[in-house]
């Protein structure tokens, strides 16, 4: 176990290497990210004396990959925005009656006239005069069809046409429905995309979440409102044939056209045509220009399919009027003078030269497919990501450094070991997150504390056995092997069940809980690495300097050895506070409620910072006028402000029927709160639609009781029926207690408790299959003693493992807690409430459950987990 090959030797230190190697760039964030966006200019506009200089300040032989930071770490805009695909699906039908016409038009002396009625969206009707000739006129407009573009539906037509008397019926089939909204998601994806990269922003999040959303996240962007006005506007352009011209805006257009505006709004409006004769889908290039008096303009050139459109019918109408229509407003209505061949126009208007770039970008970057609703908005000052910054590295900091010394005392030398393969755990992780090109969120630098925290668990379960064994064994040398031996399946077992609850809530969980999740996961798994091979090896080399007999591993005790408290003497008083307290918990919770954040709620809650005292009666007086319902105005106390700086939470109820966020109530609020104070500024607005509010809650009741489920399995898998059940009990009164505490005292139930919560979940069974291994192992060693022996006996053993895990853990929290700032508390204090409970409940909660229960003491078969034998030694 000691006498590592060459081979592993070079495997351990090389992946160590690799994830330093990786990790380095982060050590100079500004250098590199000044090099990368050097880089990306270079690409994009050409090398300058600058950008060379910039690009230089980091050598391009090392790695460049850096940690992203996300919105709340250095300020920016967050959107997520349902797109419309039913709008798609009319917009393919009107396109396809021009085709339905002319063929019918060629059988009518057989089917006589025919009629376009109106229909709902998606659908296309038509009647014809001779219904006898029907079945002609199916098999004419089914001529039409054509095959499914996707590789999923081969074979199938795109068209499904049907009769009832003397109307034919024309729709989507089901197949080109789900091919459709594909192509309208990749679409508007790719659009968004490069409307976003066109205004040069660097590391957005653009990504399509579930069938028809995108999440949409920039850094560095003003904020929600001017994202929204770029990639909000569908710029859509269309040319249509002149019908008529009106002042008055209530005039019916007639069959088949509608009525579009001027847009310079001198109160003219123009009659079209329904059905463009070419679209901006067509268009290839667009570009801000001066036209020939001087003012600006936008040139744009069309693809091949759309020059030869456009120059048939201007040479087949010359002399008529025709339409250059954005979203529904006329831009201008020139004569067309000549055929225009060339496959290229200008578009003239009453521009500002800032208006014709837009427009330009807009048009170059295509038309949105659809309309976006947006749902959820957040923006996020970069003043309050710069102080997020400085509030978690002081938090890491701390927690890093006690840890540190809390290691160092408890366990001497192989604690100064266990320190070193930590900072090497954090270097990894780093390494991992750049290279996967993870974001970074303020609940992910809880995830580094958290692992901070948590890493040392497995050191400690190792050297806490080692003590153990020094007491028995011949040897140091036998008694380290063993210490690593009989410590791998707990370590193997706790890990897996905090694996599980991260992988559930990265699946499941969404923006910073899924970024908390990632975050977790690969710190459980760099901290496996580090305390199983990467202390082993630096005791390996230590044991093998010299002659270690008579060694033993100094440090403070925090526990006397040989304990013998019996923690089932007053099991009924023990076990009986847990249930009343659960039971005031349940109470709690359905006479208080809980003080659910706008993320279940739905509404806006915009954060104030001021120089002035908040005055919570002002604020209110200043926004009942408003008449927006439900307000609620709170002041905040954060540490990471100056004294000098007073910050309050203003938190609206969703308005009725209102799905997408509306920015002007926001800004009709944040005048009226600037009449109070003209100091008063906006670091950050959130806003949830009731829509999403509704979906979240539902997905995080469905997160927790899969986390719930998937460890009961598992442990159910690994232990026997009464483990699971004493385990899953321990779990929902932590779960419940800490549910209770936040309806008793009203603090706000958000997202990221959630996030709290699953992590609870995986922290108190990593502390219950901790006890509940060493209990089998005993179970197996000592067949003769009584159930209650064997438990107090497990638990006395690894009574000093709970305490420094759940010491190194807390005093992580708890620095995160006092310096964090209010955007986490919540968060925090729900995790370190958790720890706290889920640590109780590992020893009078489950022990007592399976105590109850009994178990069977027939323990010969073998352990069910690959590579351990049923003695808990590696195989």
């Known amino acids: 176990m000691l006498n590592f090959s060459l081979w592993k030797r070079i495997v351990i230190w090389g992946f160590v290497a690799l994830g330093l190697y990786a990790a380095l760039p982060n050590g100079f964030y500004n250098r590199v990210d000044a090099h990368n966006q050097a880089i990306a200019t270079i690409e994009t506009s050409g090398e300058t004396e600058a950008l060379a200089a910039e690009r230089d300040a980091w050598p391009s032989w090392l790695a460049s990959n850096v940690v992203n930071l996300g919105l709340d770490l250095r300020g920016g805009a967050h959107l997520l925005g349902e797109v419309d695909v039913n709008e798609v699906y009319a917009t393919r039908m009107d396109g396809y009656w021009p085709e339905v016409r002319d063929a019918l038009r060629d059988e009518r002396a057989t089917v006589g006239t025919i009629r376009r009625l109106d229909a709902p969206d998606g659908l296309l009707r038509v009647r014809i005069s001779n219904a006898d000739q029907m079945e002609t006129a199916l098999k004419t407009v089914r001529a039409l069809a054509t095959p499914v573009v996707s590789l999923t539906a081969a074979g199938q037509n795109d068209i499904v046409v049907s009769a009832n008397n003397d109307v034919i019926s024309i729709e989507l089939s089901e197949a080109e429905r789900a091919a459709t909204d594909d192509r309208t998601m990749q679409q508007s994806l790719e659009i968004i995309r490069r409307r976003v990269d066109e205004v040069g ?137 000549e055929a225009i061949r060339g496959g290229s126009g200008q578009i003239s208007g009453s521009f500002s030269i800032e208006e014709s770039t837009e427009l330009a970008v807009l048009l170059r970057a295509g038309a949105l497919p659809a309309k976006i609703n947006f749902l959820e908005e957040r923006t996020i000052g970069p003043e309050l990501g710069a102080d997020s910054i400085a509030a978690g590295k002081v938090a890491t900091m701390v927690a890093f450094a006690a840890v540190l010394v809390f290691m160092g005392l408890a366990y001497g030398l192989f604690g100064m070991f266990a320190n070193i393969a930590l900072i090497i755990n954090v270097a990894i992780l780093f390494g991992f997150l750049s290279a996967i090109g993870a974001t970074l969120t303020l609940p992910g630098i809880a995830g580094i504390v958290l692992t901070v925290g948590m890493a040392v668990d497995a050191n400690v379960l190792v050297f806490e056995r080692i003590r153990e064994e020094l007491k028995t064994s011949k040897g140091p040398g036998r008694a380290i092997e063993l210490g690593y031996e009989k410590a791998l399946s707990a370590i193997v077992d706790a890990n897996i069940t905090t694996f599980i609850t991260a992988a559930i809530l990265f699946v499941m969980g969404s923006g910073p809980v899924k970024g908390f999740a990632v975050t977790l996961a690969l710190g459980i798994l760099t901290s496996v690495f580090t305390a199983i091979y990467v202390t082993r090896a630096m005791v390996s080399i230590w044991y093998h300097r010299k002659n270690r007999k008579g060694w033993t591993l100094k440090g403070v005790k925090l526990v006397r050895d040989n304990t013998t408290v019996d923690f089932f003497k007053t099991n009924k008083f023990t076990f009986g506070l847990s249930g009343a307290m659960v039971i005031a918990a349940v109470v709690a919770f359905f006479i208080f409620g809980l003080n659910f954040g706008i993320d279940f709620r739905g509404g806006t809650t915009i954060r104030t910072q001021s120089e002035s005292v908040v005055s919570v009666s002002d604020y209110r007086a200043a926004m009942e006028p408003l008449g927006l319902g439900d307000v609620t ?67 995080a009741v469905l997160a927790v009781v899969a986390a719930i489920g998937a460890v009961l399995f598992y442990i159910w898998l690994r232990f026997e029926w009464q483990f699971a059940l004493g385990a899953v009990v321990a779990l929902v009164h932590d779960v419940a207690i800490t549910i209770g505490i936040f309806a008793i005292f009203k603090i706000q139930f958000d997202l990221t408790i959630i996030a709290a919560l699953l992590t609870i979940v995986g922290y108190s069974l990593n502390d219950t299959v901790v006890v509940f291994d060493r209990v089998r ?99």
Do not use: C
């Open 201 to 337: 922003t660097r590391e957005p999040t653009i990504q399509r979440q579930g069938e028809d959303r995108i999440l949409i996240q920039v850094p560095g962007i003003g904020s929600a409102a001017e994202l929204k006005s770029l990639i909000g506007t569908t710029a859509k352009l269309t040319f249509h044939p002149v019908v008529g011209q009106t002042s008055n805006p209530d005039q019916a257009p007639g069959a088949r056209n509608f009525l579009a505006p001027d847009i310079s709004g001198n109160g003219v409006y123009y009659v079209l045509e329904d059905t463009a004769v070419v679209s901006g889908d067509e268009l290839t290039d667009s570009q801000p220009a001066f036209d020939q008096n001087g003012a600006p303009a936008v040139t744009f050139r069309f693809n091949p399919s759309g020059a030869r459109k456009f120059g048939e019918y201007t040479a087949a109408n010359v002399g008529a009027p025709f339409a250059i229509v954005l979203d529904n407003e006329v831009i201008s209505a020139p004569v067309i003078n």
């Open 633 to 699: 105005i709170t002041e905040v106390f954060d540490p990471t402000f100056d004294e000098n700086q007073h910050v309050a939470m203003v938190r609206i109820e969703a308005q009725d029927e209102v799905e997408a966020v509306t920015p002007e109530i926001i800004a009709i609020v944040e005048a009226a709160l600037q009449t109070v104070d003209p100091t008063i500024t906006f670091p950050s607005v959130e806003s949830v639609g009731p829509k999403v509010s509704g979906e979240l809650i539902t997905t």
């Open 777 to 875: 192992e005993n179970l197996r060693k000592y067949k003769k003693l009584p159930l209650s022996g064997v438990l107090n006996l497990s638990i006395n053993e690894t009574l000093a493992r709970t305490i420094m895990t759940s010491g190194t853990t807390l005093i992580a929290l708890i620095a995160l807690l006092v310096l964090g700032g209010d955007v986490i508390r919540g968060f925090v204090f729900a995790m370190t409430l958790g720890v706290v409970v889920g640590t109780w409940s590992s020893v009078f909660v489950a022990s007592n459950i399976l105590l109850w229960l009994g178990v069977k003491r027939d323990w010969e078969k073998k352990d069910p987990t690959p590579g351990i034998q049923a003695d808990g030694s590696a195989v």
